[in-house]
């Protein structure tokens, strides 16, 4: 590359870009790019990557830093270094600093030891999202940097992190934050007691509180942790961000009494939160934490469908951050720390005219229930049912469509519906599992780099009792079998059994937590071949001959 090439595009008075072009690039040409970057802010030592949607053959970063400044490091990915190594020096430095007093800013020369540091990678695979991931930027192979102190000589040591102690303070203090919720605004008073009017307990108290939030406040952005408007404005437009919204709703519990405390977290597309280390950038979110009867609580209102004390899956992202000056706790919010449970049973029987009528309910997981609530806030129960007629692989008849606790949120949601059909043909090919069969491997990459992130740990169940049809005989059924996963980490049975008039059947899917290394995937993938395999055989009927 020549210098004719390269060319500066200003931006504004403080910034400019370079670009460049290579005009004799060819498929199969290997790009080789190498700078130097120097920037007189000390507090953003830039971080690097070594891993995108492209190969990389080879990928180098070097810092030299001076012993004034304390810099934690932050690695992250599953690319081994090729190089890292450091070495030491000695530099002089003139140092003009400003960020010590908000009046003047202070000037250092002195000669310092240095730290110069090199890192590199080679033959660095591209990285692709797959299924089941949070944000591919958690997994990205890279390095970076948070100052910690400062140390000029002859002067006092300066913690530039602050700790979550401090953090918490500092955030309640703040009038885009807590501020509000720490004031004694007498405003509020008639407010909530004619929110929580008739109520009989505390918890009930709580979940009118939280009712009236969810039910009467929009939320116009789900990735917010300071308030757009201050909490009166909030209440009396009915709309805020997700901010806006469960800090009044936390104001609104102090304000009865209740110990109450907002608490942040990052949702699982804005990437993992550093359990030890109090950076805000890292954090997106903001939910409810309050305690009744010595008991915890965790609540959202700005989820419309969520019930008191359930959180959105985004929301199982690694840990969060209680805020309290006192006590900023951890609350773990692992995706493996739920499970979904979910159990259909079918029971089918001749009727007098020879054909089979059953029956189908399925108990949903909470999470199911959510999906389904918001499905059904958007379209209407007998599109939904028209969808479920046609997982059948045959004619079937539906009628006596329920689906109970809809606009109960606390509760699981259960689908329940009759059916009916008339076997005629010869040969019968029946799929035992009906709509309930995973019909494909939700793993379909050859090899995955980065951990699976499934959003729960699953336990499904399904149970078939079946009479055998009249003038029919089994000709072929499924075999039993029964598969672990890594021992303990999951299970598949598939257990069959027949008399002289019914088939029964029962199908159990179990995994023990929602997170997996790379190193399991192949055998996670293969688990769910033999899932698919499974519930893809037929119980086959033939007509006896008269």
């Not at 990389?56 to 932050?74: A, G, K, M, R």
């Not at 969808?387 to 606390?410: C, H, T």
């Not at 599992?433 to 729960?456: D, H, Q, S, T, W």
Request: charged letters at 25%; hydrophobic letters at 35%; glycine letters at 4%.
């Amino acid at each position: 590359m020549d210098k004719a090439s390269i060319f500066k595009d200003r931006l504004n008075k403080n910034y400019e870009v370079r670009k460049f072009t290579l005009p004799n690039l060819k498929e199969g040409s290997i790009i080789e790019i190498k700078y130097s970057f120097n920037s007189p802010y000390p507090y953003d030592l830039r971080s690097w990557d070594f891993q995108g949607e492209y190969p990389v053959l080879w990928s180098e970063y070097q810092v030299t830093i001076p012993s004034v400044y304390d810099f934690v490091t932050l690695s992250q990915g599953y690319t081994p270094y090729k190089i890292d190594e450091a070495s030491t020096g000695f530099q002089m430095y003139n140092i003009t600093d400003g960020s010590l007093s908000s009046t003047r800013s202070e000037n250092y020369s002195f000669n310092s030891p240095t730290v110069t540091h090199t890192w590199a990678m080679e033959n660095v695979p591209a990285l692709k999202k797959e299924s089941f991931t949070t944000t591919i930027d958690n997994h990205v192979s890279k390095i970076a940097f948070q100052l910690s102190k400062i140390k000029y000589p002859n002067s006092p040591e300066k913690n530039v992190m602050s700790n979550w102690n401090q953090v918490s303070e500092e955030l309640l203090k703040d009038e885009d934050f807590g501020a509000s919720i720490t004031k004694n605004a007498s405003w509020w008073n008639d407010e909530v007691n004619k929110i929580t009017a008739g109520a009989a307990t505390p918890l009930e108290s709580a979940r009118k509180i939280f009712e009236y939030v969810r039910d009467n406040i929009s939320c116009t952005n789900y990735s917010a942790k300071y308030l757009s408007n201050p909490l009166k404005k909030v209440y009396q437009s009915k709309n805020g961000n997700v901010a806006d919204v469960n800090l009044l709703l936390t104001t609104l519990l102090k304000n009865k009494g209740f110990e109450a405390y907002p608490v942040l977290l990052s949702t699982r597309d804005h990437g993992k939160a550093l359990e030890m280390y109090p950076i805000l950038e890292k954090l997106n979110y903001v939910i409810t934490k309050v305690i009744i009867n010595d008991k915890s609580y965790l609540l959202d209102a700005s989820q419309s469908k969520l019930g008191f004390g359930h959180l959105d899956l985004d929301c199982y992202n690694g840990y969060a951050r209680v805020i309290d000056k006192d006590l900023p706790e951890l609350i773990n919010l692992s995706a493996d720390s739920i499970r979904e449970n979910k159990l259909t049973t079918v029971f089918i029987t001749n009727d007098e005219k020879g054909g089979l009528t059953g029956t189908v309910t399925s108990n949903l997981g909470s999470y199911e229930s959510n999906k389904l609530r918001q499905k059904l806030a958007k379209t209407s129960t007998q599109d939904y049912f028209k969808e479920v007629r046609k997982q059948y692989s045959f004619d079937v008849a539906m009628s006596n469509e329920v689906i109970d606790s809809l606009a109960v949120y606390e509760e699981p949601v259960a689908v329940k519906y009759d059916i009916k059909f008339q076997p005629e043909e010869e040969m019968i090919y029946l799929n035992p599992i009906f709509g309930e069969a995973y019909k494909e491997n939700p793993f379909k990459a050859a090899e995955r780099l980065y951990p699976v992130e499934m959003p729960y740990a699953v336990s499904e169940n399904f149970t078939l009792r079946m009479e055998i049809p009249k003038g029919y005989k089994i000709e072929e059924l499924p075999k039993s079998s029964k598969v672990k996963f890594n021992e303990d980490e999951g299970i598949f049975e598939y257990l069959v059994a027949k008399d002289d008039t019914s088939i029964q059947l029962r199908s159990t899917l179990k995994l023990n937590k929602a997170t997996f290394f790379p190193e399991d995937y192949q055998s996670l993938r293969d688990f769910f071949t033999y899932v698919v395999k499974k519930h893809s055989e037929q119980i086959v009927l033939k007509k006896i001959k008269s």
